[in-house]
């Protein structure tokens, strides 16, 4: 049945349907196998509103909402013109000042989504006028916002420690290391990028223009205040911090730079909406798929086929990287650990491996999945916003994948990346 | 751009103020949302008292957003899909392969908002309510299949359209090509 | 036949133990066999439970509490003060209680459901960041429940501030200091690390949680007599394992969260100190039959008597 349904879901998808068809099409074939004719699609229904129905969801339209007030008004310019009075002289200094926004805003907003959207939105336009390529941006920005899944704030730690019973602190500070080492590698590939494609570079700004700079942004500067502020300072959770941005963008807008009139807000709310609808008509469609996968147990079967518990150390780490790869390629990675975290519990037990350094590749997994085709929420997002062709916004990804991959491997061999800083802020742990 | 329906006559009228409604309830969906989140903030803030209703107001909004705004993109031509091998086709064959998309595509919606017709049945007979907004569950479920219907019928007359007319359409009212900005409602 | 079960907690925490014999012993005693779905592997609570009234499973686990929605009488397991606190009483409650044996198995009937067994999963202890004694401890402290009127109730009636909050923000909103508390079993406390981001377990004796499993209705009238048979038979064996796993359960939790906090603060309410909170009871149950009308009542009533009947034969 698995191989059936993903050849259908593959055919469909380069044809060129609506990518909600193929994976439609996918649940469908799925249920109609499972229970032998249409009787069970209510379930395939209820799965779709269930997809739909996580209250972390609503933080990306309200941060959609937002990125799209400021970048219609002024706040946005205002932003990266302070930015850019600071970095605009460096080589790829726009570049890494993208991928460093992402990971910050990504850690604390915990959506990948928004973050595409919020820092991608606004730096995407200023890039492209830089004279970076449409591709690399494109990638950049789906890339780096996948490092927010290991920084915390990470639901998908939450979730892996709730499953595995492990220390969430601990999870926390172990995603930091690599995170971090991701960042410094985008960095440097962007750094290479600019100089290879000799992207020129502004001149250098005095420090009476960058005063100027950092005046004319003072008002939206309350927007990192109240994210960052909000959410660290215990006022908001992540969802009303979005909700408090639209607030502020709509007041700074209309009645500060009155750069926009209740007309603007009527459009800028409905491309909103449309741009929600389009990205979670699939997250809703995909739990449908995700629940047939679970409920035929295919990740059981392939795994015990695959013989996970002859493997030593090293071989289970591969093991569990590969299938978390290939299961957030097709399905949603919250669903992914719900399902292969307990399938891979007893040998992780038994081969004695760290269960912290297990949750922190799996979300390094995850956060790679989530940015690799065919399906990835943030590839989604980043079309539906940008309105970019799917092959345009994938193309140029390879090298981010490639680092990530290494990163992985990195990891594998040397699990001090992560557990250097748990073993500091938890010498108990050590060993 | 004013969106103009491409129908003829009442139905065109038909289908303008439909895409008016869509339009506002997306619009109203999001700022209801935005209104609702802030004000439990306020709530729990200033008057020690979180809103009970906000996570599951929340939850229907974002059905409505979805279901209202997935006949919309429709209308729009702006649904998210991998045309790399699609636009590398000659015309004639591209024209081909549309309308087989787009008679697909709207059996598939037909056929879910049957099944999401039923789902909403078999909620109003089990009678669940929402746990804090004491609502009966199937009432914030009625836009589903409205809206799979409204979407499988701009897929079925996208079909039409391009069974009809020389150029390629994505939908009744866009041609080809990715660029175009939305057309205003 | 394959036959599956889904509930909604891991597979080593009170429901997933409960699943495990359950399937054991069916897989013992006759020729099924069970696929067990842990939380979220099919579906959060209400989505699971449908599924098994559709028929799509065979047998589930959902706890009275989330049932409301279905069943409005089964929210009587939050009214506070209502369930016994001695372990044996409370096994000996949930054995023999008539609401539970007898007047529940219709009302779950309605709804195309076999109520198997309810049991106890563990008294309901409350983390906070301070420490409190009275209700006006509580004054201003957000405290998160579940989306539920009688929780709200409830909380507002222990002096706190109810803050209704999806599970998925509850650690990092207490981490960040948007709520100050929040309630569960002390082995879920340890297992979803709730301990990691508050400093006191507080015991106020107020609640036990309880679940319920439930089969396919249509399903088992279908069975031969000897499978019915089997899985009453797996359930009470069941029921006896869990109300045995459950001895010192919270202690071994407790001792489990000590080793990996020490400053961890655990305490206990005495009866004294508990009266106040014992006396807010009385507006959750004024909501409660606000809520259910007549059969609420019934249910209550009942529940009352029953729980004086446990009384009686456990503390003599
Ligand atoms: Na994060
Ligand atoms: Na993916």
């Known amino acids: 049945m698995a191989a059936a349904i993903f050849s259908i879901m593959i055919v469909l998808l380069l044809l060129g349907f609506p990518m909600m068809i193929p994976l439609i099409a996918g649940a469908l074939v799925g249920f109609v196998t499972l229970f032998g004719g249409l009787g069970q699609l209510e379930t395939m229904i209820q799965q779709m509103m269930a997809g739909i129905r996580p209250a972390s969801l609503i933080a990306v339209p309200m941060f959609i909402f937002a990125a799209d007030i400021m970048t219609r008004g002024q706040s946005a310019g205002r932003l990266i013109d302070m930015v850019m009075a600071f970095v605009g002289h460096l080589k790829g200094g726009l570049a890494i000042s993208t991928a460093a926004a992402c990971t910050m805003f990504g850690a604390v907003s915990g959506s990948t989504q928004a973050t595409v959207v919020a820092i991608g939105g606004p730096l995407r336009p200023r890039m492209q006028k830089a004279g970076y390529g449409d591709s690399f941006i494109l990638a950049l920005i789906v890339n780096a916002s996948d490092i927010a899944f290991l920084i915390p704030p990470s639901i998908g730690m939450i979730i892996y420690g709730v499953v595995s019973n492990t220390s969430i602190a601990e999870l926390f500070i172990a995603g930091i290391g690599p995170g971090l080492l991701i960042l410094v590698l985008f960095a440097i590939y962007s750094w290479a990028y600019a100089v290879r494609n000799g992207v020129p570079t502004e001149p250098r700004a005095s420090w009476g223009e960058r005063l100027r700079a950092v005046r004319a942004a003072l008002w939206p500067l309350g927007f990192p205040a109240i994210i960052i502020g909000g959410i660290y300072g215990g006022i908001f959770s992540p969802t009303e911090a979005a909700a408090a941005c639209v607030l502020y963008a709509l007041i700074l807008e209309t009645l500060v730079f009155r750069e926009m009139g209740l007309r603007d807000i009527y459009r800028t709310a409905k491309s909103t909406g449309l741009i929600t609808a389009v990205v979670f008509i699939l997250v809703a469609a995909g739990a449908a798929f995700s629940w047939v996968i679970s409920f035929a147990q295919i990740p059981q079967a392939i795994l015990s086929a695959a013989g996970i518990d002859q493997m030593g150390q090293i071989g289970v780490l591969f093991a569990i990287s590969i299938a978390f790869f290939i299961g957030c390629m097709f399905v949603d990675p919250i669903v992914v650990i719900l399902i292969l975290v307990p399938i891979f519990a007893p040998v992780v037990a038994d081969v004695g491996l760290d269960p912290v350094l297990v949750g922190t590749l799996i979300t390094l997994q995850v956060a790679i999945g989530s940015a690799t085709p065919p399906f990835g929420c943030d590839i989604f997002t980043a079309i539906a916003v940008f309105k970019r062709p799917y092959m345009e916004v994938i193309r140029g990804t390879p090298p981010f994948i490639l680092i990530l991959l290494g990163v992985s491997v990195a990891l594998i061999f040397f699990p001090q990346i992560a557990l250097f800083l748990r073993d500091l802020a938890f010498p108990g742990e050590a060993g | ?185 | 036949d394959t036959w599956r079960y889904a509930f909604e907690e891991a597979l080593d925490e009170v429901q997933g133990i409960y699943a495990q014999k359950f399937k054991e012993e069916i897989e013992a005693n006759t020729d099924h066999e069970i696929q067990l779905f842990p939380y979220g592997t099919l579906g959060e609570s209400a989505d699971i439970m449908e599924q098994a009234q559709d028929g799509i499973l065979q047998f589930v686990d959902q706890s009275p509490g989330f049932t409301g929605s279905l069943i409005p009488e089964a929210q009587v397991f939050f009214v506070p003060y209502l369930l016994p606190q001695e372990p044996e009483t409370l096994a000996s409650f949930f054995e023999n209680s008539k609401a539970i044996n007898e007047m529940f198995p219709k009302l779950y009937a309605d709804q195309g459901l076999e109520l198997l067994t309810m049991f106890p999963e563990g008294e309901v202890a409350i983390t906070t960041k301070e420490p409190f004694k009275t209700p006006e401890d509580l004054d201003e402290v957000k405290i998160r429940t579940m989306t539920n009127p009688l929780l709200v109730e409830s909380y507002k009636a222990f002096g706190a501030t109810p803050t209704p909050l999806p599970w998925g923000e509850v650690y990092g909103a207490l981490q960040t200091n948007i709520i100050q508390g929040q309630e569960n079993p002390m082995f879920f406390i340890e297992s979803t690390k709730m301990y990691e981001v508050t400093d006191y377990v507080t015991r106020i004796g107020h609640n036990n949680f309880t679940t319920a499993v439930m089969a396919n209705k249509d399903f088992f009238e279908d069975l031969s007599d000897e499978d019915r048979q089997a899985i009453r038979d797996a359930a009470d064996a069941a029921f006896a394992h869990i109300i045995d796993y459950q001895k010192g359960l919270t202690e071994a939790s407790v001792e489990k969260i000590r080793e990996a906090k020490p400053s961890m603060t655990f305490t206990t309410l005495s009866e004294e100190e508990r009266q106040p909170f014992r006396d807010a009871a009385s507006e959750v149950e004024a909501k409660f039959l606000e809520m259910t009308g007549d059969s609420g009542k019934e249910i209550l009533d009942q529940m009352k008597e029953d729980l004086k009947t446990a009384e009686d034969a456990t503390q003599s």
């Open chain 2, 1 to 185: 751009m004013v969106y103009v329906s491409s129908l003829p006559g009442v139905l065109g009228t038909f289908d303008a103020a439909i895409a008016r409604v869509e339009s506002a309830l997306l619009a109203a969906g999001v700022l209801l949302m935005a209104l609702n989140t802030v004000a439990n903030v306020v709530g729990r803030y200033l008057f020690q008292s979180s809103l009970f209703f906000t996570e599951e107001l929340n939850r229907i909004l974002i059905v409505v957003i979805t279901f209202a705004g997935i006949s919309y993109a429709a209308r729009q031509g702006r649904h998210i899909r991998m045309s790399a091998i699609y636009d590398s086709l000659p015309s004639r064959a591209r024209k081909i392969l549309m309308i087989v998309i787009a008679l697909t595509t709207a059996v598939l919606m037909f056929g879910l908002c049957w099944f999401a017709a039923a789902y909403l049945l078999t909620q109003a007979g089990r009678g669940r309510v929402l746990p804090a907004l004491q609502i009966p569950v199937w009432t914030t479920l009625v836009i589903v299949p409205i809206g799979l219907f409204m979407t499988g019928m701009q897929y079925l007359l996208t079909a039409v359209k391009n069974a009809i007319s020389r150029d390629v359409y994505l939908s009744t009212a866009v041609l080809e090509g990715y660029d175009d900005d939305e057309t205003e409602v």
